[in-house]
């Protein structure tokens, strides 16, 4: 039967910055990269984090003209999870975002410069231990 393709508000993971009694809906994040419960979909991103778009109809409009990167590839899905040290950037604006941890928020954006926009921070190349 599948898992549902809907998703409400007030089940949505605690750490997304949405508004729980405002409306009923929610953009319900895509099958990718990151997990549902440690993701937030673009469109929530675009709307509710940096205030881009008002609705997520505007957010789709958004999207459909290509102005948003996640890690250097054009994406047009509202729901394509973003996650831990992704990149987002917007070509109208001239800016980009990296996804980092917070300790009360879970995950917020980070402006980064242009040339940082282009590393991926996700390998530990080296563990040391110290006595004591």
């Known amino acids: 039967m599948g898992e549902s393709k809907h998703l409400k508000r007030h089940v949505s993971p605690a750490f997304w910055p ?43 409009l958004i999207l459909a003209e290509g102005k948003v990167k996640v890690d250097g590839k054009v994406r047009r899905d509202g729901s394509f999870p973003v996650g831990l040290m992704d990149v987002v950037e917007i070509a109208g604006l001239n800016k980009a975002y990296r996804m980092v941890p917070h300790p009360k928020e879970f995950l917020t954006l980070l402006e980064v410069n242009g040339s940082e926009k282009n590393f991926k921070l996700c390998k530990i190349l080296n563990k040391t231990t110290v006595k004591g």
């Open 18 to 60: 949405i508004h729980r009694k405002e409306k009923v809906w929610t953009v319900k994040p895509s099958p990718g990269p990151h997990p549902k419960d440690r993701c937030i979909p673009l469109a929530v991103i675009l709307r509710d984090l940096l205030g881009l778009a008002k609705t997520a109809r505007e957010a789709k």
